[in-house]
């Protein structure tokens, strides 16, 4: 998995900067709602700690967040510089820079009011858009199950977030929504590429007549590590273009 300070690297930039003070509210709002986890660094420390968004109030510029976990993180929010905080925003990071302003109860358990951020960056860009593979970039895909034998596709379209692949139904037990695949392995343009991923559909057959019929299979992505990640942006970044480019000719 990204580290938060490989995170912020990329994150942290101009070009990833939400410019609508009512986008950035929207975005807090949804983090809250979804109860994603914060990653968070204090100042003066490079360690990461754990919290939650509870409450965004725009008008009386602040947030409430959870304490910080381990509760050793709390101390060094005191009288230093600005904190980052990380969070996923519908499955895709978002950060900002923030201070505490106090601590507080909120629920009967102990919280954190800080500033309400000035800016926030989102990672949403083209990158996160979803793309037709070229047959030659993507090898076969394998997906490894448990307690069922491996299953092999061929990746139709890609995103940073999950795949598309078309495969034969097992014959051993059925896919399922939902369920998680400990590991899904492919080369893309030559290197080889790993990651755990969840099922999030399962098409059903084109003909009830032909139980091996092709089917299609939506992946989300979980637990991925960075290398794993720059390498999936970089890629969707590049034939993203490519098929911008090849689109313009078509109407020339």
């Known amino acids: 998995m990204a580290t938060t300070s490989d995170l912020g690297v990329r994150l942290f930039r101009d070009d990833y900067r939400v410019a609508s003070a009512n986008k950035v509210e929207h975005m807090l709002r949804r983090i809250a709602e979804q109860r994603e986890p914060l990653r968070v660094v204090a100042p003066g420390s490079s360690e990461e700690f754990t919290s939650m968004l509870l409450h965004v109030d725009r008008a009386g510029g602040s947030l409430v967040i959870d304490e910080l976990n381990p509760d050793r993180g709390n101390a060094l929010l005191d009288g230093r510089g600005p904190m980052h905080v ?150 969707v970044q590049r034939r993203d273009r490519e098929l911008l480019r090849d689109t313009g000719r078509t109407f020339e």
């Open 86 to 235: 990380l969070g996923r925003c519908d499955g895709v990071w978002a950060g900002f820079a923030s201070r505490k302003l106090d601590a507080l109860l909120w629920e009967g358990y102990g919280a954190l009011r800080i500033a309400y951020p000035d800016a926030l960056y989102h990672l949403q860009r083209r990158s996160f858009f979803r793309v037709l593979v070229s047959a030659s970039d993507v090898g076969e895909v394998e997906l490894q199950r448990r307690g069922a034998r491996a299953l092999f596709g061929q990746c139709h379209d890609l995103s940073a977030t999950g795949m598309r692949v078309q495969f034969r139904a097992p014959t051993d037990y059925a896919l399922s929504e939902g369920e998680l695949l400990p590991l899904v392995r492919f080369r893309l343009t030559g290197f080889e590429l790993s990651a755990e991923a969840q099922v999030r559909f399962v098409s059903a057959p084109r003909s009830s007549r032909l139980r091996d019929a092709p089917r299609t299979l939506g992946l989300r992505f979980i637990n991925m590590h960075s290398a794993f990640e720059q390498r999936i942006h970089a890629y």
